[in-house]
């Protein structure tokens, strides 16, 4: 029986991250954190990694927080990688492990829903984004990930969408009536020290912080171009990196003064110090999915100041101010008059507080999830 429910713990299939510990994105960082609360309740569950990233060691298998790590091959290009691994893995948890849920993360990976579901095993297919909106991929890859969206929607046992956005999306577009649970983050119990940060030359209070991949999606451009014509506060801290170098890169560290600081990665306690003592978190994003950065940010009760596209406004809700995306000006005027409004980026901390604590908590995420997945193996969906 499971420590939290009574029931039979259940035998879970994670596809479609790239491994685990959370090093690589929003996926990872979702499945991580539902995986180990899980895992801690008593069921098995193994998430399904990439060779090439496991740990430089060179095991192959073994255990993270309670979750078995199983590492299989993939085809190391840009367009067969995760196809291929998601193949492999699908059949792997179909045939040989004999998962009772088989959850694939992401439109891609859904498009082997059918395969995982060989032998009659439930599969749930979580929407993380429209990735097929990304700028990145090319028309064939567009299509495919379109493709791979219908085929998740039409033959998963149950979807989940990440956000309300996306849950209508599914309804309107496939017809298919998705479950929504969102992203989330983990409530610090204490507040961070500054080791790091005067690692860095910074101070409490002295930046502002962004955290994402450095792709155009993301439109750092228009972040430090608003960013550099400011006054305050003294640092612009973006956290992420590009794999490999590209020309938007290039064309940031070329735009950037010295009053902005690219750290590349960054995880762990260092990561928290710098949500933790952040003036104001920002995103400037043109494309999203229900972003994981705005809700650790909220997390540690920062301030925000977020592109107005209707996936950061359904996350930020009244803990957040909004600027015309893509608008220099705009995104110059918030962050002006932000810095300037002490009482204000006091009440938007309470209320980002608030809200992740309510709504968007790992905790709760796992729950939700956990209790889904009893509902589909008692074929209610």
Sequence with gaps: ????????????????????????????????????????????????????????????????????????????????????????????????????????????????????????????????????????????????????????????????????????????????????????????????????????????????????????DRDLHTLIEAFTQSHRPKHLVIVGSETPKTAYGRMLENLASDRVLFTGDVFGEELEELYAHCLIYCLASRVEGLPITVCEAMAHARPLILSDIPENVEVGGEAARYFRCGDVNALLQTIEDLVADDPGRAALSADARRRCQSVYNWDLVADQVEAYYYRLMEGRG
């Design 1 to 216: 029986m499971t420590r939290r429910t009574g029931m039979r713990p259940l035998r879970i299939a994670m596809i479609g991250q790239k491994g685990l510990p959370a090093r690589y994105g929003g996926v990872e960082t979702h499945v991580e954190n539902v995986a180990v609360r899980l895992a801690a309740r008593g069921h098995r569950v193994r998430a399904y990694c990439r060779s090439r990233l496991r740990p430089r060691d060179g095991t192959a298998g073994g255990s993270y927080r309670g979750v078995e790590l199983a590492f299989r091959p993939s085809i190391n290009s840009k367009h067969l990688d995760a196809a291929s691994h998601t193949f492999l893995c699908a059949a792997e948890s179909a045939f040989v492990h004999s998962s009772d849920i088989v959850h694939l993360h992401g439109i891609g990976p859904s498009a082997f829903a059918p395969v995982a579901g060989l032998g009659g095993r439930r599969v749930v297919s979580t929407f993380h984004a429209l990735d097929w909106r990304q700028l990145k991929w090319g028309t064939r890859a567009k299509a495919f990930l379109k493709r791979g969206e219908h085929i998740g929607a039409r033959h998963s046992d149950g979807v989940i969408a990440v956000s309300r956005l996306m849950q209508r999306y599914i309804q309107s577009e496939h017809g298919v009536e998705a479950t929504w649970i969102p992203n989330g983050a983990t409530m610090p119990v204490r507040t961070p020290g500054t080791g790091a940060l005067e690692r860095r030359g910074l101070t409490p209070g002295g930046y502002l912080l962004t955290v994402g991949r450095i792709i155009p």
